[in-house]
């Protein structure tokens, strides 16, 4: 197999009114974890969507009305993107894959040609991790490199942490070999500790660690819509104007 996508979905869209999970809220008349999958597929050979335990049935219902490779897995707490990223290590263990990529449920304007710029920095010999990145005002995210343009530091707003007036920032999409997910993220998971606003365990720091050793590579974004996860009735908002079909595309002329 040449790649597995992780879709961490376990959260719920309660800022976002209803009581269905994240994943599955409409936007644009669908399923939020339709327009991600619509992007993805063509790309990778199987998908895993992270659940948790109270949503199970639905989304096994979701899976079971579509011919995509699917699978499920649980994330049995809500401890944190790091234990929901690494929930499905057996599965990935078991498909052998290539390179492990990892989205964000709510990242669905991810443009084709960011997508397509990963998989082409992806083919062989590549990186153990490869990430877009996009430099915005007021970032939520905040990567910190050294001289030598070396990612040392992630900075999170909502650690509370100081934040740059702009700043590079992931835009929730993620390549690791296989060995980077197996080996290296589990050895990271086993010492990280729980962010002291949240109490979550973050997967971010785990990039200026990987990052430490020369593992970590990144390119330029499309734009700024691709850094905008739906979060908000205003999140969704913009993201539905985006995906209108007059709306003007960043990746096309």
């Known amino acids: 197999m040449d790649r597995l996508l992780i879709v961490p979905a376990a959260g719920r869209g309660s800022r976002l009114g209803g009581d269905l999970p994240k994943a599955l809220v409409p936007v644009a008349g669908r399923p939020m974890l339709d327009h991600l999958l619509a992007r993805h597929a063509p790309f990778v050979d199987r998908i895993v969507v992270v659940v948790a335990p109270s949503a199970w049935e639905l989304f096994t219902a979701f899976v079971s009305a579509r011919s995509l490779p699917i699978d499920l897995a649980l994330q049995r707490e809500a401890t944190g993107m790091l234990d929901a990223v690494i929930a499905p290590a057996s599965l990935v263990n078991a498909r052998q894959p290539r390179r492990v990529v990892v989205t964000?449920?709510?990242q669905i304007a991810l443009s084709d040609a960011t997508v397509r710029q990963l998989w082409s920095a992806t083919t062989e010999p590549a990186p153990p991790m490869v990430l877009p990145t996009l430099e915005v005002d007021a970032p939520y995210i905040h990567f910190d490199r050294d001289s030598r343009g070396r990612i040392v530091g992630v900075r999170q707003r909502r650690e509370g942490d100081a934040m740059p007036v702009r700043g590079e920032t992931d835009i929730g999409?993620?390549?690791?070999?296989?060995?980077?997910?197996?080996?290296?993220?589990v050895h990271f998971a086993s010492g990280a500790t729980p962010g002291s606003v949240t109490g979550e365990r973050n997967f971010l720091p785990f990039i200026p660690w990987l990052a430490a050793t020369g593992?970590?590579?990144?390119?330029?974004?499309?734009?700024?819509?691709?850094?905008?996860?739906?979060n908000t009735p205003v999140d969704l908002a913009a993201i539905e104007s985006y995906l209108a079909p007059d709306a003007p595309r960043p990746d096309q002329p």
């Open 173 to 185: 999409l993620f390549d690791l070999s296989f060995d980077a997910y197996c080996r290296d993220l």
């Open 215 to 230: 593992g970590v590579q990144t390119f330029p974004g499309t734009s700024p819509i691709e850094t905008i996860g739906i």
């Open 104 to 106: 964000w449920c709510d």
